[in-house]
Antibody
């Protein structure tokens, strides 16, 4: 069974930092590009960042470029999101995902989400 | 970045209705489009990938079509468990972009 389990969320002050982790199991982690997707309360989905299966190539939304860093450790099956210079508008549920499907039964994996609240 | 729009933003329907949701991309994305269903308090669930391919385990009343810039998600006969918000996602290039969502209400 595929599982993506996020951790590391919580309450942080504006300007602070937080590191999210996502532990994957049930599939060959290194074969899949991974992403972080967030959702502010009552709002739609926003793609935040992505990384290739090897970890060599990373991508960011303009809203987080220069403040967030995505990385992965394929030896541990873990995806990370280092978030710094956090703002109130970064608050929301953060999902670890491999949103793209490659066949009818592979890809399209999502975690249950972890809440990040940026507030003083 | 590619902009994705969806219409309508919300709709009211009844059990048994045929429902159609449209997604439009600001540039050609070939068939690199997926559809997601999200229920309150839950993670999104992939329904359709590559425009028209059904994810394993998804009921056949869901179907997708389109190519290039215009795409459609159709629910042939709406069931009670289908009341949710639906999002399209382009995976043609980075940054990935979601549509703003369509809320399907009773």
């Amino acid at each position: 069974e595929v599982q993506l389990l996020e951790s590391g969320g919580g309450l942080v002050q504006p300007g602070g930092s937080l590191r999210l982790s996502c532990t994957a199991s049930g599939f060959t982690f290194s074969d899949y590009a991974m992403s972080w997707v967030r959702q502010a309360p009552g709002k739609g989905l926003e793609w935040v960042s992505g990384v290739s299966g090897s970890g060599d190539t990373t991508y960011y939304a303009d809203s987080v470029k220069g403040r967030f860093t995505i990385s992965r450790d394929n030896s541990k099956n873990v995806l990370y999101l280092q978030m710094s210079s956090l703002r109130a508008e970064d608050s929301g549920m953060y999902y670890c995902a491999s949103p793209r499907a490659y066949t009818s039964s592979s890809g399209g994996y999502w975690g249950q989400g972890i809440l990040v609240t940026v507030s003083s | 970045a590619i902009q994705m729009t969806q219409s309508p933003s919300s709709l009211s329907a009844s059990v048994g209705d045929r429902v159609t949701i449209t997604c439009r991309a600001s540039q050609n994305i070939r068939d690199d489009l997926g559809w997601y269903q999200q229920k309150p308090g839950k993670a999104p669930k992939l329904l359709i990938f590559a425009t028209s391919s059904l994810r394993s385990g998804v009921p056949s009343r869901f179907s997708g079509s389109g190519s290039g810039t215009d795409f459609t998600l159709t629910i042939s006969s709406l069931q009670p468990e289908d009341f949710a918000t639906y999002y399209c996602l382009q995976d043609y290039n980075y940054p990935r972009t979601f549509g703003p969502g369509t809320k399907v209400e009773i």
